[in-house]
Each structure stands twice: as C-alpha cells, then as structure tokens.
C-alpha cells in the first residue's frame, strides 16, 4: 500500500475517505499521535486519488463532495456540523471564546447598571504615553462596542471564527493571536484616528484572515473558511472604507486582517512542512 495524504482531523479523514470510496478508490486509515493516514491500496490509482484529495482538501464543503451522509455543514467552513458543534451553540465554544463573548456582553451592559466608568478605564489613552502606566488599555478597546447591532456583528463573528481556532488548535493558540491582532489594530486605529474607538471588529478580521490563510497554506488541517464567506468579509471591508469611513474602524479592520493573514501564512506553512508529507 502507498501513503496518500496525512490528516489531523478524524472526521475529515473518513469524509475524503468515503468521496475517493465513490470513485471506487479503496483507502485504509491508521491513526496514531494526532495524525489520520490514507493508505492506498492500489497504486496504479495514485495520480487520480491525489487530484481527488487535493481539490476536496482546498475546498471540504463544497456541494461536489455532498451526499446524504453529509449533507448538514456548518456555514462558516462547509464542514460536517458534528465537527463543529457538540451540544449547542454555547456548549460548542471553548472557555476563551465563551469567556470574551460573556465579558464583552457584560461591559456592554456596565453603563446602563453602573455607569460609564468601566468604557473609560479600557479605552485607549489620549496618547501614547499612557500606555506604560496602563498597558491594558493596548487591548480592552476590543471590548468595547456603541450598539446593539455592533456588538451583536462582532460576537457572532468571534464565536464562529474563534470557536474553530480554540477546537482545532489550541485556547493559549486563541488568546495570543486575538492579543497580537488587538494590540496591532487597535494602534493602527489610534494613529488613524485618535482614542475614541472600540468593538472586536479588528480582531475578527485578524482571526478570519488568519484562518484563511492557514486553510491555504496547510489544506490538510481540514477547516479552511469557506471562499463565500471570505469574499463576504471583504466585500464589506471595502464597503466600508468607501461609505462608512466616518463610523467604522477601518484601520482596526485593515491591520488586523493582514496581521492575522501573516500570522496564517507562516503558521500553516511551519505545520504544513511538518505534518503534511503528502505534497
């Protein structure tokens, strides 16, 4: 038998596993420390199966690959649902993303409860200067928001997003790429601006670009973002350096996006060479 491809995601394995079976190309899986191994078992078929699992690995959930057994995805990736969710939406997040989700909502409620002195306290200094006696203030901003349909964009897109880096990779992976991004985007927004700005937008741009070019660079990790859901995103960037460039961060929303598309570049490439011995 001739290895095919190396996978770390069960799930994405058996799925790739089952689209080469409708081609009446025979695999075999072995797993051991965290990898998913194809074997297969007639090497006159390997150029076919290669071009096979190399498409489906660029884009899992699209509707070529679909049939009965897989048809329920999960909209942000395209993925089998039960790759994602475990027992509902909240149930499915792990403690970072819960964590920021619930903070973010509870500051958002401080002022109607307590006051304004918390919104003060993690906005952004008036200068530089202040950041050596409050250095908190380099990321709190990214919990701040000014309505309801800003905070409720920013979760929902943080809990998908950073809901698959804390499954698939790691909490600590989570906390210090949303702390780089924060403190990236929110600096880029204050030379922009000034200190009067907020909200999580820049770190979700951080987070989707990072995702998405960890899903290009390393295929084999089996959760790249789906192609509409990135033209989405920046679509509305675009949308808002053009007609929304007085009410929205978009220096928080640039930076971050190519912040994290660095940072998933050249993390997908360091894991691609290490683990993806298929190509």
């Known amino acids: 038998m001739l290895e095919l491809v190396r996978l770390n995601n069960e799930k994405l394995a058996r799925q790739l596993a089952h689209v080469l079976g409708r081609e009446g190309i025979r695999t075999r899986e072995e797993a051991g420390d965290g990898e998913f191994v194809l074997f297969l078992e007639d090497p006159a078929r390997h150029d076919e199966a290669r071009r096979i699992s190399e498409a489906f690995l660029r884009d899992p959930g699209a509707r070529r690959w679909q049939d009965n057994a897989w048809q329920a995805s999960e909209p942000v990736t395209g993925l089998p649902r039960q790759q994602v969710f475990s027992g509902g939406w909240f149930a499915s997040m792990g403690p970072v993303t819960r964590t920021v989700l619930v903070v973010t909502a509870l500051i958002y409620a401080s002022p109607y409860v307590i006051g ?21 203030r380099l990321f709190s901003p990214m919990l701040l928001h000014f309505s309801v349909l800003h905070i409720i964009f920013n979760l929902l897109w943080w809990s998908d997003l950073g809901r698959l880096i804390e499954r698939f990779q790691s909490s600590f992976q989570l906390i210090w790429i949303t702390l780089l991004v924060a403190a990236v985007s929110n600096l880029a927004q204050f030379m922009d601006t000034g200190p009067r700005f907020g909200g999580l937008s820049g770190v979700v741009y951080g987070l989707l670009g990072y995702l998405w070019l960890y899903g290009k660079t390393n295929p084999a990790a089996g959760y790249q973002l789906r192609r509409e859901i990135v033209i989405l995103m920046l679509v509305w960037l675009v949308i808002c350096y053009v007609g929304l460039a007085d009410i929205v961060a978009n220096a928080a929303h640039l930076s971050g996006l190519i912040t994290g598309a660095a940072l998933g570049a050249g993390i997908g490439l360091y894991r691609r060479a290490r683990y993806y011995k298929g190509g």
Do not use: T
């Open 116 to 136: 304004p002195d918390i919104y003060y306290a993690l906005m952004f200094p008036q200068s530089l200067d202040g950041l050596a006696a409050q250095p908190w």
